[in-house]
């Protein structure tokens, strides 16, 4: 009984965990490009 337990709380971190990965992975995707375009704004300003 207690190792059925102590196994649902690993697998409900492990999700926390994965989720909080996916959102991340996802918002530093999103900010990726932006960085580039601001890269070549200050390219085109140093010009």
């Known amino acids: 009984m207690l ?3 102590l196994i649902k709380k690993l697998v409900n971190s492990n999700i926390a965990i994965f989720v909080t990965m996916t959102k991340f992975l996802s918002y530093t995707q999103k900010i990726e490009p932006l960085g580039k375009m601001l890269k070549q ?3 085109l300003l140093k010009k």
Do not use: D, F, H, S
């Open 3 to 5: 190792g059925g337990t």
């Open 41 to 43: 704004l200050l390219m």
